[in-house]
């Protein structure tokens, strides 16, 4: 425990040249001390003591701003610099000497169980309001930008630079959103296109669903018109499966 201890702060004296001394680190350092009591945390959720190991884990977000689950592992000589805001899920991964900076989420985009958070290999440096989201692997030695939003696998040594924001079309984003209400809660927002290919094509989907449904009721409505019932056309259902898009965008 203790060298474990002695490890994180040469890592932090090695990566903050605002450290000038161990009790510095040890007094004001929220990464240092966020990461102090996840081992506590952790090692309790590991025997099943589960409550008490969120209990601790609540206690360490009250204390420094930085919420890690204890269900999460992280590795040796991991710097969290400033911290504030830092989400760390349960199932994410964080190998040895990665860096992570205020801000950032490791976030999972399903309510299924098993692996919904990302794995970061060795190295990774991830910038601060950066949010990868899901239960892939960022390569060793990668580098997310600050603000960045990441819901694929990054190779390793690449860079991750942030997507811009871009005004949408507030009409087609109002009748795509009553279609898509019955895909149910999607976390962190996902089902936005996010400059997805994938996605895209769904949205595509989405619209031209909407569009034929708009001319079938026109044409119901003017078949009623000349005297025809269509009260069972209106009843049938369309065999459209939002479910299944949905999980397409999440894997």
């Not at 994180?8 to 004001?28: G, K, N, Q, T, Y």
């Not at 205020?102 to 949010?131: D, F, I, M, N």
Request: aromatic share 6%; proline share 4%.
């Amino acid at each position: 425990m203790l060298d474990r201890l002695r490890e994180d702060i040469r890592a932090i004296f090695e990566r903050d040249p605002a450290a000038r001394s161990m009790w510095e680190v040890v007094i004001c350092y929220p990464g240092f001390q966020a990461q102090t009591l996840h081992r506590m945390a952790h090692a309790l959720w590991l025997r099943d003591c589960k409550l008490l190991a969120r209990t601790v884990s609540h206690f360490g977000r009250w204390l420094t701003g930085i919420e890690i689950h204890p269900g999460a592992k992280i590795g040796r000589r991991v710097f969290i610099d400033h911290g504030m805001g830092v989400v760390i899920g349960e199932t994410a991964e964080i190998g040895d000497d990665c860096t992570l900076y205020q801000g950032v989420t490791l976030g999972g985009t399903s309510l299924h169980e098993g692996k919904r958070h990302p794995t970061l290999e060795e190295g990774v440096v991830v910038g601060a309001g950066a949010k990868v989201l899901g239960g892939f692997t960022v390569g060793r030695g990668a580098k997310i930008g600050p603000n960045a939003v990441v819901i694929k696998p990054v190779p390793a040594g690449a860079t991750m630079v942030a997507n811009l924001a871009r005004m949408v079309d507030k009409e087609r984003d109002k009748v795509r959103a009553e279609q898509a209400e019955k895909m149910g809660f999607t976390a962190y927002g996902l089902s936005d296109d996010m400059n997805d290919p994938t996605v895209k094509a769904i949205h595509g989907l989405l619209d031209h669903s909407v569009t034929t449904d708009k001319r079938l009721d026109m044409i119901l409505a003017r078949l009623e018109q000349l005297g025809v019932d269509c009260s069972k056309e209106r009843a049938a259902q369309d065999g459209f499966d939002p479910n299944y898009l949905n999980r397409i965008v999440e894997e």
